[in-house]
C-alpha cells in the first residue's frame, strides 16, 4: 500500500505564491508520472500538471507560465509552485502518482490540499 501526504495550501492573496508538497511512502519501487489535479467549487476535477519519471512536463492552458512542477525521486515527493495567483485558482488541489510495486502498477490519489486566493 502506498500513502500520500500534500501539504503547503492556505490562504493567499491575489498575485501571491503558494507551493504545495506530495510526499508518498509504502510499497514503492519506482514512480512513474506524478500529476496535480484540481477541483473548484461546482466544477469537475481538472489536471493541472504532469511530470514524468524522465522529468518530462505538460501544463493545463490556464496555469502555464505560473505554475511549476517538479520532483524528487530520492524523496518520492512532487512539487507544485505557484505563482501570480488568481481567485480562478481556488480549489482543492489533490496529487496522483503512478506506482510500480515490483509486481504491478497502481495510482494514488492525495487527500487534497485548499488553495484559497483572496482577490
Do not use: H
Request: aromatic letters at 10%.
Amino acid at each position: 500500500q502506498v500513502q500520500l501526504v500534500e501539504s503547503g495550501g492556505g490562504l493567499v492573496q491575489a498575485g501571491g505564491s503558494l507551493r504545495l508538497f506530495c510526499a508518498a511512502s509504502g510499497r514503492i519501487v519506482s514512480i512513474n508520472a506524478m500529476r496535480w489535479y484540481r477541483q473548484a467549487p461546482g466544477k469537475q476535477r481538472e489536471l493541472v500538471a504532469v511530470i514524468a519519471s524522465g522529468d518530462t512536463t505538460n501544463y493545463g492552458e490556464s496555469v502555464k507560465g505560473r505554475f511549476t512542477i517538479s520532483r524528487d525521486n530520492a524523496k518520492n515527493t512532487v512539487y507544485l509552485q505557484m505563482n501570480s495567483l488568481n481567485s480562478e485558482n481556488t480549489a482543492v488541489y489533490y496529487c496522483n502518482v503512478v506506482v510500480w510495486s515490483g509486481t504491478y502498477y497502481n495510482d494514488y490519489w492525495g487527500q487534497g490540499t485548499q488553495v484559497t486566493v483572496s482577490s
